[in-house]
């Protein structure tokens, strides 16, 4: 299409033909851009996943401290040699993730449950997550108490 302008001195030119379009540098920015921001994306995925996950065990080690605090009301004991206390799991969802189990077996006053996290649940802030008798709440990992409870 061959267009005619006219320029504000009252000259007339025809310019050349005229190409409506991305160039490829342009097209590429568009991708690097939106590269970069996917990587984003994902990262803040993931560790809100991790974090999503840590939430579900630290509840579940916690009801695992009520089940345990309501046998001992039961029992007078943590550990009762006819029938111990044993941990039910906490839902298909977390088993992939967390490892929950006694750390030792319960004594008749004492008892403490872990949650440690698997290969599929890298979580190096909090690491494993403890509870025991006395409600005290721990990790090992470089994460604050605030941060992993």
Not at 66 to 75: K, P, S, V
Not at 112 to 138: E, F, M, V, Y
């Amino acid at each position: 299409m061959k267009i005619s302008r006219v320029m504000t001195n009252g000259c007339r030119f025809s310019g050349r033909n005229i190409q409506f379009g991305f160039t490829l540098i342009e097209l590429m920015i568009v991708v690097a851009i939106v590269a970069i921001l996917a990587t984003i994306a994902n990262a803040s995925y993931q560790h809100f996943v991790i974090k999503s996950r840590r939430a579900a065990a630290t509840t579940c080690l916690q009801e695992r401290a009520q089940f345990m605090e309501r046998y001992y009301t039961t029992h007078l004991t943590y550990n009762d040699p006819n029938a111990p206390p044993t941990l039910a799991q906490c839902g298909q969802d977390l088993n992939s993730f967390y490892t929950i189990a006694f750390n030792g077996a319960p004594g008749a006053k004492t008892y403490s449950i872990t949650a440690t996290p698997t290969s599929s649940q890298p979580d190096s802030k909090c690491g494993t997550l403890s509870i025991n008798a006395q409600g005290a709440r721990g990790q090992t990992g470089t994460g604050t108490q605030a941060d992993c409870w």
